[in-house]
T-cell receptor, first 117, second 111 residues
């Protein structure tokens, strides 16, 4: 068990460019979550998958954002036409089971820090 | 809908002193509450969780929290802090599908 892995750890991009982040969850965890965290704020939910199915998306996830988990293992989060307001830490988490909170917990990666200049 | 409010954005405290971080929640369904800690440049780590049963929950690193249904609170406490407890602390509530976090409390422990 190597934990949740996120790549890259840091990304600097120019406004208008597209970026893609990758998250490798803990092996055999069927749920995968994406959160965004800005300075001085708590993580904000973006979306989550159960296996390869995307079950819920936040209103924060605009049309420029898309997430995939094609084989129910790793996931990618793409942001198209980045804006300065997209600058944040993007966190990925994974858990095992059908309900978050009963006998499961979410394990978080170290995040990808995006800076849009 | 679930939400949490962390009442203190920053808590300075001296080493070996007690600390309490306040969290109030709002939930329309069964309540599952969590406290996470985030050390500088690291991911979130679970400190403790309340699912049901005893209202006093003990976690890692000497932290504990008390669930109070009548006051809709889930305050985190540690009787004696160390320099290494300097971190950001987040209260969270689960709707069984996802976690919703508070804005966080920055704890700075001074010698």
């Amino acid at each position: 068990d190597t934990g949740v892995s996120q790549n890259p750890r840091h990304k600097i991009t120019k406004r208008g460019q597209n970026v893609t982040f990758r998250c490798d969850p803990i092996s055999e965890h069927n749920r995968l979550y994406w959160y965004r965290q800005t300075l001085g704020q708590g993580p904000e939910f973006l979306t989550y998958f159960q296996n390869e199915a995307q079950l819920e998306k936040s209103r924060l996830l605009s049309d420029r954002f898309s997430a995939e988990r094609p084989k129910g293992s790793f996931s990618t989060l793409e942001i198209q036409r980045t804006e300065q307001g997209d600058s944040a830490m993007y966190l990925c988490a994974s858990s095992n089971g059908k309900a978050l909170g009963m006998n499961t917990e979410a394990f978080f990666g170290q995040g990808t820090r995006l800076t849009v200049v | 809908a679930q939400s949490v409010t962390q009442l203190d954005s920053q808590v300075p405290v001296f080493e070996e002193a007690p600390v309490e971080l306040r969290c109030n929640y709002s939930s329309s369904v069964s309540v599952y509450l969590f406290w996470y800690v985030q050390y500088p440049n690291q991911g979130l780590q679970l400190l403790l969780k309340y699912l049901s049963g005893s209202t006093l929950v003990k976690g890692i690193n000497g932290f504990e929290a008390e669930f109070n249904k009548s006051q809709t609170s889930f305050h985190l406490r540690k009787p004696s802090v160390h320099i290494s407890d300097t971190a950001e602390y987040f209260c969270a509530v689960s709707d069984l599908a996802k976690l919703s976090f508070g804005a966080g409390t920055t704890v700075t422990v001074r010698a």
